[in-house]
């Protein structure tokens, strides 16, 4: 048997044929410029019913307090991490903000029926695809972008890379791929089989991002 496996093995070998590599079919993207890659990334976001906002990176907090009360967000998820403790000390009219600290076993229902928006962070963007990366932890768990029915996300400007293959590169993705990242391309949405599409059944129905600069 042993002899055998071995006279198709060198018979594989000895007929082995040097395959040539083929010509790229599109040239590598360009490098965009800062502007480029935001005016990319509200472009697509717009063209799934998402919404961005570019703000200095001292005033998010400002807009909160604006827009949260007009947009009737009044009971607001925040984590446990920076972004939460600087919500957690804010002092936002008619705004009630919860921070996601125990169990969801002891408060679901309140997160299922009461919190009408949450607050979270970004690792960082795709310009290309308008898309969000996300990194849940301890600090902001997955739910928190998964089940309020409006997830507002901060998005720091020199995080903001062109395509995914950049996001690979600059976040070393290559040397170790991380088990916990999320995509995120707008709102939850779907389709029945009449293909009428509708927005948030699995998912927030509305994303919110705040592109700090």
């Known amino acids: 048997m042993s002899s055998t496996r071995d006279n198709i093995l060198q018979r594989l070998r000895d007929n082995q044929v040097e395959l040539e590599q083929p010509e790229p079919s599109t040239p590598p993207l360009e490098a965009w410029s800062v502007e480029q890659r935001i005016t990319r990334f509200i472009e697509s976001q717009k063209s799934v019913h998402g919404e961005v906002h570019t703000l200095p990176a001292a005033q998010w907090i400002d807009w909160l307090a604006e827009e949260l009360p007009k947009r009737g967000l009044h009971q607001v998820l925040t984590g446990t991490g920076d972004t939460g403790n600087q919500l957690s000390m804010s002092n936002i009219e008619s705004t009630l903000f919860h921070q996601y600290d125990q169990p969801i076993e002891s408060w679901k229902p309140e997160l ?16 290309e695809t308008g898309t969000l990366v996300l990194m849940p932890d301890r600090d902001e ?7 309020p029915p409006v997830h507002i996300a901060l998005l720091d400007a020199t995080k903001l890379y062109q395509s995914f293959a950049e996001v690979i590169e600059k976040e070393q993705w290559a040397d170790g791929l991380p088990t916990n990242v999320l995509l995120i391309s707008g709102p939850s949405k779907t ?4 293909q009428t599409l509708a927005y948030g059944i699995h998912g927030p129905k509305q994303l919110i991002t705040l592109l700090l600069v």
């Open 112 to 127: 299922f029926s009461q919190i009408d928006a949450a607050i979270t962070g970004s690792r960082c963007g795709i310009a």
């Open 141 to 147: 768990p997955r739910l928190m972008s998964l089940v």
């Open 191 to 194: 389709a029945d089989i009449e």
